[in-house]
């Protein structure tokens, strides 16, 4: 069975001390991890793709890599704007056609 | 439109009740799939379409769950015989291509409360 784990489930920090959010999975065949956004009220938001172990994506203040058995979102000299619900989530082989989601960091950027 | 729309936003039903939620995706958007999300989880996979056909219903907790996309564009979730274990917010997304890799865009939700 599909799993995806992140930690810390929540996570407090001050307005531009960096830190990292981590996404531990197990998958049969990954055909891509993804990153989301959430807010209150409303929908994820797509934040990133990544596709094999090695491979890395920015935007932003956010970075994000991804190894074999884990991914990480670098959050470098965030803003209260930054707030928000960050979801994880896979994509098995074998055809599945939905995202397995973890249950995401509730990340809080004081002022 | 410009995002995926859904409605009702918030839906109060008492148990028992039957419920459909409607959602409107991006114009020309081939793949469309429902999860759903409990308070404090992360979205859980429902069903998937790729326009019309539903390839993928393997998600659906229970037969009293039921889906469509008859022309291909907008779709329903209906769930008969509400249980409180169904509340939660039903979303709705969308993706230009007919593969589950490809960026989803998602509706603000469905949130449905059973008394």
């Known amino acids: 069975e599909d799993q995806v784990t992140q930690s810390p489930e929540a996570l407090r920090l001050q307005e531009g001390e960096s830190s990292s959010l981590n996404c531990s999975y197990t998958v049969s065949g990954l055909r891509g991890l993804f990153w989301y956004r959430q807010d209150p009220g409303k929908g994820p938001e797509f934040l990133f793709t990544l596709y094999s172990a090695g491979e890395e994506k920015e935007k932003e203040r956010l970075k994000a890599t991804l190894t074999k058995k884990e991914s990480f979102l670098h959050i470098t000299a965030p803003k209260p704007e930054d707030s928000a619900t960050y979801l994880c989530a896979v994509l098995a082989g074998g055809g599945a056609d939905g995202l397995t989601f973890g249950k995401g960091t509730h990340l809080i950027i004081q002022p | 439109g410009a995002g995926v729309s859904q409605s009702p936003r918030y839906k109060v039903a008492k148990r028992g009740q039957d419920v459909a939620l409607r959602c409107d995706p991006i114009s020309g958007h081939v793949s469309l799939f429902w999860y759903q999300q409990a308070l404090g989880q992360g979205p859980e996979f429902l069903t998937y379409f790729q326009n019309e056909a539903q390839l993928d219903k393997s998600g659906l907790p229970s037969d009293r769950f039921f889906a469509e996309r008859p022309e291909g564009s907008v779709s329903t979730l209906k769930i008969q015989r509400t249980q409180q274990e169904d509340s939660a917010v039903y979303l709705c997304?969308?993706?230009?291509?007919?593969?589950?890799?490809?960026?989803?865009?998602f509706g603000a939700g469905s949130r449905l409360t059973v008394l």
């Open positions: 997304a969308s993706s230009l291509a007919g593969t589950g890799a490809n960026v989803l865009t």
